[in-house]
Nanobody
Framework: QVQLVESGGGLVQAGGSLRLSCAAS????????GAWFRQAPGKEREFVAI????????DYAESVKGRFTISRDNANNTLDLQMNSLKPEDTAVYFC???????????????WGQGTQVTVSS
């Protein structure tokens, strides 16, 4: 089992930046692909970005490609999401997940953090 705790959310103006971090404990985080998902009010949880166990394979949702960067530090068991050029439509609760496979589907993830709120004002 792995436990995940997100941090770094907050309120930012459009065009600004935030860096989210996810701290993992328990079983080694390097055993899992890591991903970020988000959920806006009234909407389903959606895929944002994923990174392989080694950190060499990355994938992004089209809506964030070129603006967000996912990274991981297996030595320190952390997963980060650097978010630049933020837009009001990026407003959501952001969740980190650890999964069994590289997948854009939340069904592939059996470990989740509690989420961190990101609010982008126009």
């Amino acid at each position: 089992q792995v436990q995940l705790v997100e941090s770094g959310g907050g309120l930012v103006q459009a065009g600004g930046s935030l860096r989210l971090s996810c701290a993992a404990s328990g079983r080694s985080f390097s055993d899992y692909p890591g991903a970020w998902f988000r959920q806006a009010p009234g909407k389903e949880r959606e895929f944002v970005a994923i990174i392989s166990r080694s950190g060499k394979v990355l994938d992004y949702a089209e809506s964030v490609k070129g603006r967000f960067t996912i990274s991981r530090d297996n030595a320190n068991n952390t997963l980060d999401l650097q978010m630049n050029s933020l837009k009001p439509e990026d407003t959501a609760v952001y969740f980190c997940g650890a999964g069994r496979a590289m997948s854009r589907s939340q069904k592939s993830y059996n470990h989740w953090g509690q989420g961190t709120q990101v609010t982008v004002s126009s």
